[in-house]
């Protein structure tokens, strides 16, 4: 299940090592809200890779680091490094973002 971060320190300490893929969203974004199901079974599926979720509304100071310009987006870190940004809610590029770290 994914793990809703909600500080920069946090989103820090939660990037900087292993996988992990980053669901951008908002609360009043409806397709987040019909992706947000998928992206819950995809952490099912890939349990080599930590989830999480970061409302862009709640900490827009990551978002505009990470250059979120649209939602949702998902963003992947390898040990602390940018990997990759996809931008809609496709489950397909969301898989295929995946397959990047496994």
Known sequence: M?????????????????????????DWCRPCQMIAPVYEGLSKEYPDVQFYKVNVDELDEVASKYEIRSIPAFVTFKDGALQKTVFGASKDNIKQLLTTLT
Request: aromatic share 12%; charged share 20%; net charge negative.
């Open 2 to 26: 994914p793990i809703t971060i909600s500080t920069t320190e946090k989103f820090n300490e939660c990037t900087s090592k292993g996988n992990c893929i980053i669901d951008f969203y908002a």
